[in-house]
C-alpha cells in the first residue's frame, strides 16, 4: 500500500516534470494588452493615498499651496522614474522589474540584496498596507461614530489578501479582469470627486487657498517625509515592468502604457487635491481621520456612503494590482536561484506562479498583524527610493541611454539620494538602522545558499512534497 502511494507520487513528480522538459515548455502566457497594462499602472497607483495621505502631506508642508506643490513634484518625478524604467524595459526584456535590471547590470549579491528586501519586506509590506486601509473603509459604516477596531481592521484586510490569492492563482485574464473593472469604478469615484470640487469653487469657496504659502515647512527631512507620503499615492508607476514577459509587444505597450496612465493619475491627483481643500478648510483636513469620507460627509450629504464604498473598491484594486506585480518578484528571483526552488514554478493548468503568490500572501498576512498604515508607508517609501536610485545608476553604469534625454535618469536619482539622506540628516530614527541592518543581513543567506549553493536535502525532499501538492512545475522564461 505504502509503495504503491510512493509509485503514484513518483509518476505524478515525473508528469508535472515532464511539462516543462518537453517540446512545449511551460511559461507564463502572454495576455497582459494595452487596457489591461494601463489599468495595471493607474489602478495599483489609485488606491488609499489619494483617500489617507493628503492630510499627512499638508501635515509636513505647512500649507495648501505647497502641499499641492509636491503632490505635482511627484507625478513628474513618478513620470521621469518610468520614462527611465521604460528605457530599461525595452533594452532588458525580461518580467522582474529592478529585481532584474540590477542582477544583469550590478550582478548576483546586489540583486540578491534585492529580491530578500523586497520579497520579505517591502513588497508584503506595501500590500499589507494597502489592505488595511481597504478594510478601514469597508467596515467604517458598521462603527457609525466611533473609531473601527483593529482586530476587526486587520481581519478584513486578512480576508481581502486570501481573496486576492485565490483570484490571482486561479488565472491570470481573471485578475487583469478585476484590475480593468475596478480601475474604472475608481476612476468614476474620482470624477465625482473633482466635479463636486469644481462645483464648490464655482460658488467661491476658495479660502483655503488665500495666503497658500502661509507657514511652509523649512525643514528637509520634513520635506521629505511628505513626499514619501506623496509618492506612496504614486507607488506601482513601475508595476509594469515587473510583467514584461506577460505584456503583448512590450517594446510597444510598456511606453504607451505608461505615458497614458501617469499624466491621467497626476491630473487627478491633483483635481482631487485642490476639491479636498475647497470642501474644508486646513485645519479640517488635517484633523479628519479620513480625509474623502469627510468630503463626502460635508459635500454628498445622505450620499456620503458612496464615498466610503468607493474608497473600498478602489483599495481593493490596487491591492489586487500590487499582488500581481509583487508576486513576480518573488518568482523570477527564484527562477534566477535567489530563492528557492519551488518559488519559481507555476501551476500546471492554470499557468500562474503560485507558490510565488502563496508565499507573497503568508508574508503579507504577517505585515497586517505586526504593522499599522502610517509606519509602514515612510518605511515602504525608505526602502523603495534606495533601490530605485540603484535601478536608475544603472542606466549609467551597464546601459546606453538611446530614447530618454538623460537630464531625465538625473532628476530621479538626485530626487532618491535626496528622499533616503534627507529623514537621516534631519530626523534620524532607529528604525532606518534597522532597516539597513535587515537589508545586510542577507549576506548570512547568501553566501552559502546562492554562492557555494548549498542545499539541505530535507529542502529538496519538501520542494517535491509542495510540487506535487501543489501541481506546480519549473518554468522557462521568454524574453523574446
Not at 246 to 256: A, I
Not at 352 to 378: C, D, E, H, K, Y
Not at 424 to 452: A, H, K, N, T
Request: hydrophobic content about 50%; aromatic content about 12%; glycine content about 8%.
Amino acid at each position: 500500500m505504502g509503495s504503491e502511494r510512493m509509485q503514484n507520487a513518483g509518476d505524478k513528480f515525473m508528469f508535472l516534470n515532464s511539462l516543462s522538459e518537453g517540446k512545449e515548455k511551460l511559461r507564463l502566457k502572454r495576455e497582459v494588452g494595452l487596457i489591461s497594462s494601463v489599468s495595471l499602472i493607474a489602478g495599483t497607483m489609485i488606491g488609499s493615498g489619494i483617500f489617507m495621505s493628503p492630510e499627512w502631506v499638508l501635515h509636513h508642508m505647512g500649507n495648501p499651496a505647497s502641499s499641492l506643490l509636491v503632490w505635482a513634484a511627484c507625478g513628474l518625478l513618478a513620470m521621469f522614474g518610468a520614462l527611465s524604467y521604460a528605457e530599461l524595459g525595452t533594452i532588458i526584456k525580461e518580467s522582474g522589474g529592478e529585481y532584474i535590471y540590477i542582477l544583469r547590470i550590478f550582478g548576483s549579491f546586489p540583486a540578491f540584496l534585492f529580491a530578500y528586501t523586497s520579497v520579505i519586506l517591502v513588497r508584503p509590506a506595501g500590500l499589507a498596507a494597502v489592505c488595511l486601509s481597504f478594510a478601514e473603509y469597508a467596515i467604517a459604516p458598521f462603527y457609525p461614530g466611533c473609531s473601527s477596531p483593529q482586530v476587526a481592521i486587520k481581519c478584513t484586510a486578512a480576508a481581502c489578501i486570501l481573496i486576492l490569492t485565490i483570484i490571482n492563482c486561479l488565472n491570470v485574464r481573471l485578475a487583469t479582469s478585476v484590475m480593468n473593472i475596478f480601475t474604472a469604478a475608481k476612476l468614476l469615484a474620482l470624477l465625482v470627486i473633482v466635479v463636486g470640487g469644481l462645483v464648490l469653487l464655482a460658488k467661491g469657496q476658495t479660502q483655503s487657498f488665500q495666503n497658500g504659502f502661509q507657514g511652509t515647512t523649512a525643514g528637509i527631512g520634513a520635506v521629505g517625509v511628505a513626499f514619501y507620503q506623496g509618492l506612496w499615492s504614486y507607488d506601482g508607476w513601475n508595476n509594469l515592468n515587473y510583467v514584461t514577459e506577460e505584456l503583448k509587444k512590450p517594446e510597444v505597450t510598456l511606453p504607451r502604457a505608461l505615458m497614458i496612465a501617469i499624466p491621467l493619475v497626476t491630473c487627478l491627483y491633483l483635481l482631487v487635491n485642490v476639491s479636498y481643500l475647497a470642501a474644508m478648510t486646513p485645519s479640517e483636513l488635517l484633523s479628519s481621520g479620513a480625509v474623502a469620507v469627510t468630503w463626502g460627509d460635508k459635500v454628498l450629504g445622505s450620499w456620503a456612503w458612496l464615498i466610503s464604498l468607493s474608497v473600498a473598491l478602489s483599495t481593493f484594486g490596487s491591492s489586487n494590482g500590487t499582488f500581481f506585480s509583487g508576486g513576480r518578484v518573488c518568482y523570477i528571483a527564484a527562477r534566477e536561484g535567489h530563492m528557492v526552488n519551488i518559488l519559481s514554478m507555476a501551476h500546471v493548468r492554470c499557468l500562474t506562479p503560485s507558490p510565488a503568490l502563496l508565499f507573497t500572501s503568508a508574508m503579507s498576512l504577517i505585515m497586517i498583524i505586526s504593522g499599522n498604515f502610517t509606519s509602514i508607508v515612510n518605511f515602504f517609501s525608505f526602502i523603495a527610493w534606495l533601490f530605485y536610485g540603484i535601478t536608475i545608476s544603472g542606466l549609467y553604469a551597464g546601459v546606453l541611454l538611446s530614447q530618454v534625454p538623460i537630464i531625465i535618469p538625473i532628476i530621479v536619482l538626485m530626487a532618491a539620494v535626496y528622499l533616503v539622506l534627507a529623514p537621516i540628516i534631519d530626523q534620524p530614527q532607529m528604525e532606518i538602522l534597522y532597516i539597513v541592518l535587515f537589508i545586510f543581513s542577507g549576506v548570512v543567506f547568501y553566501f552559502p545558499l546562492v554562492r557555494f549553493k548549498y542545499h539541505p536535502r530535507f529542502l529538496q525532499k519538501v520542494t517535491l512534497h509542495l510540487q506535487l501538492l501543489l501541481e506546480v512545475a519549473p518554468t522557462t522564461k521568454d524574453a523574446n
